[in-house]
């Protein structure tokens, strides 16, 4: 058999994608880590069914990267873009300048020239995009404040490799270098333009992606939708990523960040789900492809010959960027686990550090064998990265955990049985919480946010830090012994994540489950849940109400008690909202919630609960002209 033909490549890339994916999730290494390992057995070190052909498919494979871009793009809405903007330009901005500097200094004592050693600190300042933003999202992570700092870090560094691929041919012209030609970027429009010609072609394409998005695409989708035909929308989603990544490509830009902008232009667009349902299957197998390849092209002949160099320069490179990290996040006030969760993603070097490299000797900036050896080191500094995101979840964070004071350091070792248990405590959450604690029914509180958890603790919340979809947890918690918990965690996946735990090993718990729109409630209904509530806050409230009718209250009563609690709790919000500076917040909040509770508790004294004992017409009239 051909080894080298389209159908056995295929087959091998499979077959090793299906072997270790899977064995890697079952060992809790991520899909990540499971993809790279997948390369390396195939891959000239091992089995030595990919030879140089790996690097061709790398260029294929980082296409990938470009699809996932969009995607984030068109989950942003420009508003929530606009407000990421000081974390963007402060921490992304911060990251990039101090890792290159450091990297770069190091580079420089080395005996490195001093463009080169530049050339170098820049390449290994920027970190994976793929890897972290496939890891934070498996983990349900992208919304903790580490995900959204990781990304907005991220986002810089995409648009750094813009200025680094301009600044390259610079420093290589400095040093007397001839730019080899056949180069991408000597094939590209503007390669013969004057200085303020290209800045002009380079902006007009910015401004024609915006414009296009805006005014065309959408009419071009409605013509397309109409044909009915989910194949010609597919490939007119497919049509666009290439369109643009071409166009970035021709005008010297990165394909990756004009993708990214299309995506953050289509975000509002009545289009946006189905874009994402077309091209996430081609992301992911893309993305895919990219990780085996990266594993292919480790140079393990090159480790073979120097392995402790190579070792030693991996832990110097990822001991520097973490402590840059760690320093960041420390500045921008981010809690101990976050801190060391954003720390530990971002450490590895990423995937535009391969063109770079690439460019950096055709341009004769850096020989040949100084990249490959940085080169087999970026390789396995992101082969690291699942195994040391791992060892932070599972050595680090339980003896570190969230930030506590005194005694609610014991808060980690869950020594109280309730009848409800409440996963997440989110603006839903918190509003189910408040009113049933109105109500005197104790609930443990479980969130893996550890930002809200301190916050939620200063307004006089008794919350418990942990990833409440972990079994070991939820027993710690008394779910064997409570008789329901409700499920109102933010993560879609990770509650579902939760009902197959609570069903596996608490079957006899009843859940009570937020959903966040009418299509992640069909999906727990087939998972057999029979308590979805879509969440707003009268939601929130009517799982509230249920629950105490299902511990043994009048429904009439637990209404009522409803009813009042959102009249005083909708005035409260109008009187929170005029406050701006966070400990005045939390100071009024705290008296409004302790007032809110005396007033309920009063309210439900006269007449009691063993009062209620009828849907009367008397009291139906009493009530009606109390509430008048």
């Known amino acids: 058999m051909d080894q080298h033909s389209f159908l056995f490549q295929a087959m091998i890339y499979l077959a090793a994608s299906v072997i270790m994916v899977p064995l890697a999730k079952k060992l809790a290494l991520g899909s990540v880590l499971g993809y790279l390992l997948a390369g390396v057995l195939i891959g000239p070190a091992v089995l030595g069914f990919i030879g140089e052909e790996g690097q ?50 190091i580079a420089l004592l080395a005996g490195l020239e001093w463009r080169s050693a530049l050339a170098v600190g ?23 404040v580490a995900g959204q700092s990781s990304f907005s870090v991220l986002l810089f560094q995409d648009i750094a490799v813009i200025p680094m691929l301009a600044l390259f041919p610079l420093l290589a012209n400095d040093i007397g270098a001839t730019p080899v030609n056949g180069t991408e970027q000597s094939h590209s429009w503007i390669s013969e333009l004057q200085g303020w010609g290209k800045t002009v072609v380079t902006l007009g394409s910015v401004v024609l992606i915006i414009v296009v998005g805006r005014y065309i695409i959408k009419p071009i989708f409605r013509v397309v939708a109409a044909t009915r035909l989910r194949e010609v929308f597919t490939a007119t989603a497919l049509l666009l990523v290439v369109g643009i990544a071409v166009l970035m490509t021709q005008v010297g830009l990165s394909p990756a960040l004009g993708t990214f902008l ?86 590895q070097v990423g995937e535009f550090s391969f063109v770079l490299f690439s460019v950096s000797t055709q341009e004769h900036l ?32 339980p003896r570190l955990g969230t930030k506590k004071q005194g005694e609610e350091k014991e808060h980690d070792i869950i020594n109280e049985s309730n009848p409800v248990i409440i996963a997440g405590f989110g603006h839903f959450g918190t509003t189910t919480g408040r009113f049933l604690r109105a109500n005197n029914i ?6 893996i946010d550890s930002d809200r958890v301190d916050i939620l603790r200063k307004l006089g919340f008794k919350v418990y830090y942990g990833d409440a979809s972990r079994y070991n947890l939820l027993q710690s918690a008394g779910a064997a012994n409570a008789r329901l918990i409700i499920i109102a965690i933010d993560n879609e996946e990770k509650r579902m994540e939760m009902i197959e735990t609570v069903k596996k090993h608490f079957p006899n718990l009843r859940m009570l489950v937020r959903a966040t729109n009418r299509i992640d409630a069909y999906a727990q209904m087939n998972a057999g849940m029979l308590h979805v509530y879509r969440e707003t806050v009268d939601t929130a409230l009517r799982v509230g109400v249920d629950a105490m009718s299902f511990l043994g209250y009048r429904r009439y009563s637990a209404q009522r008690a409803a009813r009042k609690f959102l009249k005083m709790d909708e005035f409260n919000l109008k009187k929170l909202s005029s406050i701006r500076e966070e400990e005045q917040y939390i100071i009024t909040a705290k008296e409004l919630i302790e007032e809110l509770e005396k007033s309920i508790r009063s309210d439900n004294q006269t ?10 017409e008397s009291s139906l009239i009493k009530a009606a002209r109390d509430e008048g």
């Open 262 to 347: 299309a995506g953050v232009v289509l975000a509002n667009s009545e289009y946006k789900h189905e874009l994402e349902s077309d091209i996430e299957p081609f992301k992911g197998l893309l993305l895919g492809l990219f990780f085996i390849a990266v594993g292919a092209s480790i140079n393990f002949t090159l480790v073979m010959e120097q392995p402790w160099l190579v070792i030693g320069l991996v832990v110097l490179l990822m001991l520097v960027k973490a402590l840059v990290l760690l320093v960041l996040g420390k500045i921008f006030r981010l809690s101990t686990d976050q801190n060391l969760l954003f720390a530990f993603a971002l450490s």
């Open 607 to 616: 007449p009691s609960f063993d009062g209620d004992t009828s849907w009367d």
């Open 442 to 447: 104790n609930a443990t509180i479980l969130d």
């Open 366 to 397: 850096l020989p040949q064998h100084l990249a490959d050896l940085l080169v087999a080191v970026v390789a396995i500094s992101m082969m690291m990265t699942p195994i040391l995101m791992l060892l932070n979840d599972k050595i680090l964070l």
């Open 56 to 105: 061709d498919i790398m260029h294929f494979a980082e296409f990938g990267v470009v699809m996932m871009l969009f995607i984030i793009g068109l989950e942003l809405e420009p508003e929530i873009l606009w407000k990421l903007r000081k974390s963007i330009l402060g921490l992304g901005g911060l990251q990039v300048v101090i890792s290159a500097a450091l990297l770069g200094g």
């Open 122 to 144: 820049m390449i290994l300042s920027l970190s994976s995009t793929a890897i972290v933003m496939q890891s934070l999202q498996e983990k349900g992570m992208m919304k903790s």
